[in-house]
């Protein structure tokens, strides 16, 4: 396993480190100190009882101390180099700490119900919204997404997906009922009166298209070959041309110019009854999937679509080389009012936080295990000696503090002792 290291360069370290150096110099000082004013105050004891309660603070004191000094430095590492018992507590136990670290962690940390309250204080949509707004933003993610589209393509045609994905397009072309989708639509343009428009329509085209030369030339050459030899000396087909080009221009503008004209109404009926026998009658159900399976299966079709793809693929590739900036502007702008959108639609923003919420919470809570592996591994993977070195730097003065209170508790346990002896001694 790969040993982890630390930078021991951070911010201020030197600072610490510094006065990590002179805490441990007073502490060893005042160390130093407690054993000297014992040795002095104890060779002088003879001259003056006082010298007894210094020498009993001075020599408690210097216990206190020492036991202090020997249970900090028993924390990272054996005192003096020796392999003491119950010593270098950290060291040894490091696997068994990162078992317990990654454990706490799993349990008090990540456990659902603390991670949804933090993750519902946090605005996913808003967030989404002023990142999008942010023209450079977009800008750029365009040009990233123009930059993996062409690799994308790439894959989809190498990978056999392209073909997957033509193949389910087609089924579900295939599988599609036209029939009832077909009724519904023609149902739904007929309710709203748009076919009363095509009518019209059809009327003008009609009429226009009676009025034309050719078109009466030929009706009145049908006329006059039907007719008497008698009434075709009179030029009978003439006068029966121009009274069936007036009343039929008479009657279409009629119909034309009266919304509630007999004849709409019959178109009506005749409409209407054309959807209903098209979304029922079995026959129409039939003729319809069969122009469907005939256009499906053209070739024409297929070549098409190659022929779309292929120059959609061109254009990407163009827009990712930079030769065009369409697409990368209409992307960019895409994005832009996108995000203007969603900072304007609160109920959205409410939607994709509590979809982000319940996806998040639900990845959470089934990763936290391997979370709490992976926390324990790279504990087990850290040298300890430079994790023991960035722990002193930071939390090592006040450890020597309580070399401090040691030395001084110590001494005033000493002369408290010292002097309930003395008391004794009197009684």
Known sequence: MKTGSFSLDMPGDAARAAELRR??????????????????????VGMHPAFGFIAAFAEAAAIGGLADWYAVVALFRHPLGLPIPHTAIIQINQH????????????HFLEQ????????????????????????????????????????????????????????????????NLAPLAAGTLRAFVAE??????????????????????????????????????LRLYRAD??????????????????????????????DRMVLSFVERLGTDPAYAGRIDALKRDLLA??????????????TRSFIERSASGETQVLRHYLSGMFVSAGETLAGDAELRGEINRGLVTVLRTFISDQKSGVSTFISDQVKSWNMEQLISVIELNIGKDLQYIRFNGSVIGGLAGLVLYTAEILLRLL
């Not at 942010?134 to 045609?157: N, Q, V, Y």
């Open 23 to 44: 805490v441990k110099t007073q502490a060893t000082l005042v160390l130093v100190g407690a054993l000297a004013l014992f040795a002095i105050s104890k060779s002088l």
């Open 96 to 107: 068994r700490i990162a078992d317990k670290l990654g454990e706490f962690i799993e349990v």
């Open 113 to 176: 119900a603390p991670v949804e309250a933090k993750l519902r204080e946090i605005d996913f949509g808003s967030f989404i919204a002023d990142w999008l707004r942010d023209r450079k933003r977009s800008d750029d993610l365009a040009r990233f997404t123009l930059r993996l589209l062409p690799e994308a393509i790439s894959a989809t045609e190498t990978s056999g997906l392209k073909t997957f994905i033509i193949r389910r397009l087609n089924s579900q072309l295939q599988a599609i």
């Open 193 to 230: 009166g748009r076919h009363q428009v095509l009518f019209d329509d059809f009327l003008r085209v009609i009429h226009e298209t009676l009025t034309q030369a050719e078109t009466v030339a030929m009706i009145r050459a049908k006329i006059r070959a039907e007719l008497p030899t008698l």
């Open 238 to 267: 003439k006068f029966l041309m121009n009274k069936i080009v007036a009343s039929a221009g008479a009657f279409f503008e009629e119909v034309r110019g009266d919304p509630d004209h007999p004849f709409r109404g019959e178109f």
């Open 298 to 311: 053209r070739p024409e079709l297929g070549e098409l679509a190659q022929s779309v793809w292929s120059n």
